[in-house]
């Protein structure tokens, strides 16, 4: 009995994992045709302004040279050891980049989830269908993938200042 509840209980989870196959990254340029309204908050203006849609270009500043140089890194914008945290097309598997490009840095679908399945504007428009389609309601323990330790320039995370740094919210959302 107890054998065939977790074949069950297995079988549901390799169901699960095929269906998030399902979902690609579809890039911010997607995004960008519905999110980039000033009167619902233009959220793909103001991300394209800020430190994660530039994180790339930090892996070949002064300060990625010198560390590759100290720690044998022949060169940090090939390195996966530091694409995986500066950049959401290198950090995810390659059948799952529909459309995305290497060069968004930290992109919308890291926070947001993979928007293939939650694009359209019907599902879009309640939470609850985007999030059964892929949707990702961004906390404190997604960012901290990121902000923490491991990397090189790591400096202490207050989640809330944080937030506020990258607000992009919408002003008509209830
Ligand atoms: C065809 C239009 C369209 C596209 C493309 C689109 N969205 Fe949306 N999105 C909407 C609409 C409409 C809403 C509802 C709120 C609003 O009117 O802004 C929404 C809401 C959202 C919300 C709030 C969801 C919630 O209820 O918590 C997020 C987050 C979001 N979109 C992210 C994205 C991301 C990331 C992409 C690209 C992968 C994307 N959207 C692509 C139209 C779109
Ligand atoms: C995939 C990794 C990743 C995730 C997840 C992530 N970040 Fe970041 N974040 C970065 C990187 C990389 C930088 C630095 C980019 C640079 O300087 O090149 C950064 C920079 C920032 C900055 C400075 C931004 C600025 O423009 O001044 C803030 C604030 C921030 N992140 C907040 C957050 C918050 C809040 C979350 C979660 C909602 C989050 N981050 C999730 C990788 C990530
Ligand atoms: C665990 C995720 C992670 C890894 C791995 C990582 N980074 Fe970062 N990196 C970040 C985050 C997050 C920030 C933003 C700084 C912060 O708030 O902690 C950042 C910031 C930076 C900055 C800007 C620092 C500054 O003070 O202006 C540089 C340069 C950088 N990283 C280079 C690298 C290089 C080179 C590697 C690989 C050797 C690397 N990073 C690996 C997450 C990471
Ligand atoms: C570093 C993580 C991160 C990135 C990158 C990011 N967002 Fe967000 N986004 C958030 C967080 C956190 C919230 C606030 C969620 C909440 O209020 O619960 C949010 C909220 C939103 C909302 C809802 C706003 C509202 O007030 O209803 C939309 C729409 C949205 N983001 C779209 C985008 C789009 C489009 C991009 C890329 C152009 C993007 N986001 C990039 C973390 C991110």
């Known amino acids: 009995m107890k054998k065939l509840f977790t074949i069950a209980v297995m079988a549901i989870f390799s169901i699960a994992a095929l ?13 960008k045709m519905c999110h980039n309204k000033p009167a619902t908050g233009d959220q793909y203006g103001v991300w394209s302004t800020k430190l994660h849609a530039n994180a790339m270009k930090s892996l070949s500043n002064e300060l ?6 100290k720690n044998g890194i022949a060169d940090p914008t090939k390195e996966m050891s530091c694409l995986k945290c500066h ?6 598997d390659a059948s799952l980049r529909g ?11 890291t926070c947001h989830g993979p928007g293939s399945k939650y694009k359209s504007p019907a599902i879009m428009r309640s939470q609850e269908a985007s999030i059964a389609a892929g949707l990702i309601v961004p906390d404190k323990a997604l960012c901290e993938t990121c902000h923490n330790p491991e990397n090189p ?5 207050n989640y809330e200042e944080a937030l506020k740094l990258i607000a992009h919210p919408n002003p008509q959302a209830k």
């Open 19 to 31: 269906n998030a196959q399902d979902y690609k990254y579809i890039g911010a340029p997607k995004c």
């Open 153 to 157: 320039f790591h400096k202490p995370f």
């Open 99 to 109: 459309g995305i490009n290497p060069n968004e840095g930290v992109s919308c679908e």
């Open 87 to 92: 950049s959401t097309y290198y950090a995810v």
């Open 64 to 69: 990625s040279m010198e560390y590759a140089k």
